[in-house]
């Protein structure tokens, strides 16, 4: 072999083993932290679990074969602890910065344990004995437990907590329990850096955390937005709007509210379904403005395809729920008046731009079907997709219990249908009866 092939050689074989030993420290993929928070008297105790893989860039002593030499291991825990979990964590109390947390005790774990269930039984194994070097552990396979401690004025303060583990891994999820002094357990999952996430929010961080999500929603919704757009064509003017607007905000306040208690269905099929209906009813919005002139009574349909949709709004809900602390009522109608600014902001600019197209380019009713015949083919095409994961469920059991809770959404649907028709029938009546006061006109 020329010198040229051993030295290409020599080469490879270098580049292919820091090939291997980067891989080894390569970010996992899922990485889960488990947490404890609890305010007691002047401290406040933080439990945090994480997996020993996602931990970059420290050396942790071993023996033969990757083995941790858990003698000689503490320091190197606490050296971890410090860089990847204190300084990715603040915390808040009262809007106030809490100082830097002590370090109280480090544990390794093997993944098998389950001392993370409860915080009693955390609290005392990361403060009882350590592993011993007759446990075989490979560095990779552990975890590691650290017990913080922060100084506080009070545990009956309002708290606040920022954890940036967003870097542990490629997809990260926390899992925060807060225990409150005498009060119930808070549970939290929060994805990679969630950000300033109050322990026990108060009802105007609640409410503004949720119109602010509302808002959003409607704003990132394609399906939501299309709905509105057929609502829109046909009806331009503010009064003609807001019946429309306001019924379809009414029922998907129902749902929604419903949906966040506990009254809707939980099995896997009602999901694709309530999708598939929120397709089903932008096509039929769409053919109506097609066929009909001047659609009637539309606020009885936007009604109905409202409660649909507020089903919707409930899957987006479903993960942000838990930032609604004791305020669930308040945060669910501060969701909706979100919604409804979002809303708000949509008609404010498709109202005029529809003006602008039905005066300068196209005829108002031309232009009308060609709009929906688009919308209509888009929607069309969701349904079919959306139907097609739908038949991958079988068709579900109906039990004596899912036929009476039936009977009471249905009743429940026809009485608020008969009230919103008596209203709207003396409403009308009183527009039509109304007669202005006119200098010599005699009331009959």
Known sequence: MSRAARVAALFLIALSTGVAR???????????????????????????????????DIEFPRQ?????????IDQSL???????LARKIELYEEDRLVGDPKILSTRVSLESDRSFDTYEHALAHVTGPALT??????????????????PIQSDRSHFAIHMAFDRLGITVVTALRFLPPGGVVRAYELEGDAGLVPLDPRWH???????????????????HLLFLFCLVIPFRRIWTLVPIVTAFTVAHSITLIAAAYSYAPGAQWFPPLI???IATSIVYMALENIVVVTPRRRWLITFLFGLVHGFGFS????????????????SLLSFNVGVELGQLLVLVLIVPALDVLFRFVVAE???TIILSAFVAHTAWHWTVDRYGVLRQFPWPTVTAADAATAIRWLMALIAVLATAYLLSRAAASARASGTPDTPGHIPK
């Open 78 to 84: 606490r050296d971890a602890s410090m860089i990847w």
């Open 64 to 72: 033969d074969r990757d083995f941790m030499d858990l003698d000689r």
């Open 275 to 277: 999708e598939t209906l």
């Open 133 to 150: 070097s007759a446990t075989t552990l490979f560095w990779e396979q552990g975890m590691l437990d650290v017990l913080f401690e922060y």
């Open 365 to 367: 009713r031309m232009g």
């Open 22 to 56: 980067v891989s080894a420290h390569d970010i996992p993929r899922d990485v889960t932290v488990q947490a404890f928070a609890r305010p007691d008297g002047r401290t406040f105790r933080l439990l945090v679990r994480v997996p020993m893989k996602a931990i970059m």
């Open 315 to 330: 899957f987006g809900l479903q993960h942000t729920v838990q930032f609604a602390g004791s305020y669930l009522l308040t």
């Open 205 to 223: 961080q609640a409410a503004l955390r949720f119109v602010t999500l509302g808002f959003f929603h409607i704003l990132d919704g394609t399906d």
